[in-house]
């Protein structure tokens, strides 16, 4: 049972245009959600997150969108730069749970110049 | 600052051999800890996560076991491996209410 899904396993984007992954959930005992970018034979490393009582949040060229109704979160990266080239990973927390984190599974983005 | 240690990098090891990861995490006390998976060309999965010395929670029946000797160390074990325990092994730390901190990951292929 995927409790969290990234449905575009990849993604093509112009540098300085906008990259937008999708990520929906289906556990809303979820508190809070997080984005991780991984390059290859790499941990992932933290990007940005959201809690589960709000809407946006915005750090940089990043912002999070989450939307509980429909159990959807979205990250934005504008401009998109060839360093953003990476695999996405959303995740989600259930803090009553040992802080466990359940994954997407990924979404490749290639940011082409 | 904090950092987390994962070795070794990179391993090789014959269908039926012992495994042993060692993650360790310095600059904080009483971290929980996890271990992940990532499969070629999947997600990642979370193994095994200890919110303190000798506490292990396993998420996935499997050959593999973990054990936390010490607050900041945790071993991932198993004493015969399988061809499809091949993968990405990833170490994280948190405190309770923070993000994930990976290590830098240990590549496992069972031949």
């Known amino acids: 049972d995927q409790q969290v899904k990234q449905n575009s396993p990849s993604l093509s984007v112009q540098e300085g245009r906008i990259s937008i992954l999708n990520c929906d959930y289906t556990?809303?005992?979820?508190?809070?959600f997080l984005w991780y970018k991984k390059y290859p034979a790499e941990g992932p490393t933290f990007l940005i997150s959201i809690s589960s009582i709000k809407d946006k949040n915005e750090d940089g060229r990043f912002t999070v969108f989450l939307n509980k109704s429909a159990k959807h979160l979205s990250l934005h990266i504008v401009p998109s730069q060839p360093g953003d080239s990476a695999v996405y990973f959303c995740?989600?927390?259930?803090?009553?749970?040992?802080?466990?984190?359940?994954f997407g599974g990924g979404t490749r983005v290639l940011v082409k110049p | 600052s904090q950092t987390i240690h994962q070795w070794p990098a990179t391993l090789v090891q014959p269908v039926g051999s012992p495994l042993s990861l060692e993650c360790t995490v310095e600059g904080t006390s009483n971290p929980n800890l996890y271990w992940y998976r990532q499969a070629a060309g999947r997600g990642l999965q979370l193994l095994f996560y200890s919110v303190g010395i000798g506490q292990i929670s396993s998420e996935v029946p499997q050959n593999l076991s973990a054990s936390r000797p010490q607050d900041r160390q945790f071993i991932l074990s198993s004493k015969k491996l399988l061809l499809s325990d091949s993968g990405f092994y990833l170490c994280?730390?948190?405190?309770?209410?923070?993000?994930?901190?990976f290590g830098p990951g240990t590549r496992l292929t069972v031949l």
């Open positions: 995740a989600a927390r259930l803090k009553a749970a040992g802080n466990k984190l359940t």
């Open positions: 556990n809303s005992m979820f508190d809070y």
């Open positions: 994280a730390w948190s405190m309770r209410y923070t993000a994930y901190f």
